[in-house]
């Protein structure tokens, strides 16, 4: 009996993709368990490399293996966001499977959650794909289904790849479901299936209320403000460098969750150096009163930062990197004058 092997990774292309292994790739049709238990072998333990991973790939733990299915025809079918046009939207195409990112054949159709599927995308559908009128009505119906989940979910990315059409009907043998991060208070369901996997330090960081993005450099990179950590990393880029990540304290960080994220990221075997930027902002009226701070309280002070660097430092033992502090801003003076050797101890802060 035939089955499939489908490497279990947070990434698309795993089909197209490579392992390290044996350069074979992340789905395989196997023969026999004595295939089944080899291809298990070469697969688990190692890393696949797809055009949504990172370049060495990421680490597969986990196989989902299953009977093979006998496809008369593959499609793909997904509902997403055009934030282009502030709307959802249904793609669809009649060539599924691997071949998907190249196809030309790919229909959009826009539409609004209040109306979900009318007959007139019903109509398109069916017109452009070919399919049956008893066909239509289960294609008709799994829209439904995935725009109900659509709006009911905070989903961001409902993807059936491939839903594939059968001698008893039709069958998805993969989907991709992404849910709004920003939705994870009412959607707890859902966020309580999410695994720590490849991306731990990413909720480490959300639980402190920071905001990490993984990339792909060496040079880490601390900062408060999403604008400020886009153009440090412009500018890290510019000069040839490459940042591991950025990693936003934004403005209501706390001295001890600072301490946590700074574990996070000398945790991070790739990061060779780091750079830490802060811009601190409160001004003041002419009788003294705290005006910025007034209308955004978050707003972070530089000699907290300092005195999170010199803390995150001795929990660690010192840090064994070179590490460049810009500060400025509020009390960034007392801030800088905290991290320098003479009062902190830490010696490769400069």
Same mark, same amino acid.
Request: proline fraction near 3%; charge should be negative; aromatic fraction near 8%.
């Given at each position: 009996?035939?089955?499939?092997?489908?490497?279990?990774?947070?990434?698309?292309?795993?089909?197209?993709?490579?392992?390290?292994?044996?350069?074979?790739?992340?789905?395989?049709?196997? @023969?026999?368990?004595?295939? +089944?238990?080899?291809?298990?072998?070469?697969?688990?333990?190692?890393?696949?490399?797809?055009?949504?991973?990172?370049?060495?790939?990421?680490? /597969?733990? @986990?196989?989902?293996?299953?009977?093979?299915?006998?496809?008369?025809?593959?499609?793909?079918? *997904?509902?997403?966001?055009?934030?282009?046009?502030?709307?959802?939207?249904?793609?669809?195409?009649?060539?599924?499977?691997?071949?998907?990112?190249?196809?030309?054949?790919?229909?959009?159709?826009?539409?609004?959650?209040?109306?979900?599927?009318?007959?007139?995308?019903?109509?398109?559908?069916?017109?452009?794909?070919?399919?049956?009128?008893?066909?239509?009505?289960?294609?008709? @119906?799994?829209?439904?289904?995935?725009?109900?989940?659509?709006?009911?979910?905070?989903?961001?990315?409902?993807?059936?790849?491939?839903?594939?059409?059968? +001698?008893?009907?039709?069958?998805?043998?993969?989907?991709?479901?992404?849910?709004?991060?920003?939705?994870?208070?009412?959607?707890?369901?859902?966020?309580?299936?999410?695994?720590?996997?490849?991306?731990?330090?990413?909720?480490? *960081?959300?639980?402190?209320?920071?905001?990490?993005?993984?990339?792909?450099?060496?040079?880490?990179?601390?900062?408060?403000?999403?604008?400020?950590?886009?153009? =440090?990393?412009?500018?890290?880029?510019?000069?040839?460098?490459?940042?591991?990540?950025?990693?936003?304290?934004?403005?209501?960080? =706390?001295?001890?969750?600072?301490?946590?994220?700074? @574990?996070?990221?000398?945790?991070?075997?790739?990061?060779?150096?780091?750079?830490?930027?802060?811009?601190?902002?409160?001004?003041?009226?002419?009788?003294?009163?705290?005006?910025?701070?007034?209308?955004?309280?978050?707003?972070?002070?530089?000699?907290?930062?300092?005195?999170?660097?010199?803390?995150?430092?001795?929990?660690?033992?010192?840090?064994?990197?070179?590490?460049?502090?810009?500060?400025?801003?509020?009390?960034?003076?007392?801030?800088?004058?905290?991290?320098?050797?003479?009062?902190?101890? /830490?010696?490769? /802060?400069?």
């Amino acid at each position: 009996m035939l089955s499939s092997t489908s490497a279990q990774i947070l990434a698309g292309g795993r089909g197209k993709g490579t392992f390290d292994s044996d350069q074979k790739g992340g789905v395989r049709i196997v @023969k026999s368990p004595r295939e +089944a238990y080899q291809s298990a072998l070469n697969m688990l333990n190692h890393n696949l490399t797809t055009k949504q991973t990172p370049p060495a790939g990421l680490p /597969v733990h @986990k196989l989902y293996i299953y009977k093979a299915v006998d496809i008369t025809h593959e499609y793909y079918l *997904a509902i997403t966001f055009d934030r282009r046009r502030s709307s959802p939207i249904i793609l669809i195409s009649d060539s599924g499977g691997v071949d998907i990112e190249t196809s030309d054949r790919l229909h959009q159709l826009w539409f609004q959650l209040e109306t979900g599927i009318t007959p007139e995308i019903d109509a398109y559908i069916q017109a452009e794909l070919g399919f049956s009128d008893s066909e239509m009505k289960v294609i008709h @119906k799994l829209l439904c289904d995935m725009v109900r989940l659509f709006r009911e979910k905070d989903a961001t990315l409902l993807e059936l790849n491939p839903l594939v059409k059968t +001698a008893d009907g039709f069958v998805c043998l993969d989907a991709k479901f992404e849910f709004d991060n920003s939705a994870r208070f009412r959607q707890g369901d859902i966020f309580a299936c999410e695994e720590g996997g490849d991306e731990q330090e990413v909720r480490d *960081a959300e639980k402190l209320g920071l905001s990490y993005v993984k990339l792909d450099g060496n040079i880490g990179n601390i900062v408060n403000g999403a604008g400020l950590a886009m153009a =440090t990393n412009d500018l890290i880029t510019l000069v040839g460098g490459r940042c591991a990540n950025f990693l936003d304290v934004g403005g209501g960080a =706390t001295r001890d969750g600072l301490v946590k994220a700074f @574990k996070i990221l000398w945790g991070d075997e790739r990061v060779k150096g780091v750079l830490i930027n802060i811009y601190g902002g409160e001004c003041h009226s002419r009788d003294g009163h705290t005006l910025l701070r007034l209308m955004f309280p978050g707003i972070v002070r530089c000699d907290m930062i300092a005195e999170s660097i010199i803390a995150a430092a001795k929990d660690i033992g010192g840090f064994k990197m070179p590490v460049v502090v810009r500060l400025q801003g509020t009390n960034s003076e007392k801030g800088l004058k905290l991290v320098s050797w003479q009062e902190s101890g /830490v010696s490769k /802060v400069n």
